[in-house]
């Protein structure tokens, strides 16, 4: 059973454009939702992460937007780089989770055409 | 810096063998995880571990276990590997407690072929 799933699979997107990643989830106990980021031959590293708090969390070009009544939340990345072509995942975390484990999703795989 | 060093960054092995995947990191953290990656199934949680000698199972453990004799140090191990376990193998660690963010630190994955 998959605890957060993600879409689409793969996207490409011209350079300057906005990439869009969605994610639903189902599981009100998830208080806590990263965005990762892998570039080829590395690992995946947290790219921005919000709280069901706030409704939107922007960093730089990287913004979140979080629907807590849809239970969905979405990457939206403007003005999209070439160096932005990289696989992004989205996660989610239990509640008074200690252990910090985290639920992926499946990951999109963002390429950026110059 | 985090840093959670992978010491093998590509191996092949032949079925039946016994395979060994090593991570270390040096940040003191107290959970440590190995994940799975593999096209298209994103992340999948072999096994986890909150503290020295204990550990937990993820979603996929069968044909894997895992060691911890060390704080910094965490194994994975394929008692006899199969060609269904060729796959990109990556660990990470966090910080325990529900007041941090659970943010994980990855290394850069170990590729094991099973042929």
């Known amino acids: 059973q998959q605890q957060v799933k993600q879409s689409p699979q793969s996207l490409i997107v011209q350079k300057g454009g906005i990439s869009i990643i969605n994610c639903a989830y189902e599981n009100t106990a998830f208080d806590y939702f990263p965005w990762y980021q892998q570039f080829p031959g590395k690992g995946p590293a947290l790219l921005i992460a919000i709280r069901p708090d706030v409704s939107e969390k922007k960093e730089g070009r990287f913004t979140i937007s979080f629907n807590k009544s849809a239970k969905q939340f979405s990457l939206h990345i403007m003005d999209s780089q070439p160096g932005d072509s990289a696989t992004y995942f989205c996660a989610a975390r239990n509640r008074g989770s200690t252990l910090g484990r985290l639920y992926f999703g499946r990951g999109t795989q963002l390429t950026v055409w110059p | 810096d985090v840093k959670v060093t992978q010491s093998s960054r590509y191996l092949v092995k032949r079925t039946g063998e016994k395979v060994f995947l090593e991570c270390v990191q040096d940040?003191?953290?107290?959970?440590m995880f190995w994940y799975r990656q593999d096209p298209g199934l994103g992340l999948r949680l072999i096994y986890f571990?909150?503290?020295?000698?204990m550990k937990e199972k993820g979603d996929i453990p069968e044909g894997y276990s895992v060691s911890r004799e060390k704080k910094e140090r965490f194994s994975l191990i394929l008692e006899s590997a199969s060609t269904n376990q060729t796959s990109m193998y990556l660990c990470?660690?966090?910080?325990w407690g529900t007041g941090n963010t659970g943010e994980l630190f990855f290394g850069e994955g170990s590729r094991l072929t099973v042929l």
């Open positions: 571990s909150y503290d020295v000698k």
């Open positions: 990470a660690s966090s910080l």
């Open positions: 940040m003191d953290h107290e959970n």
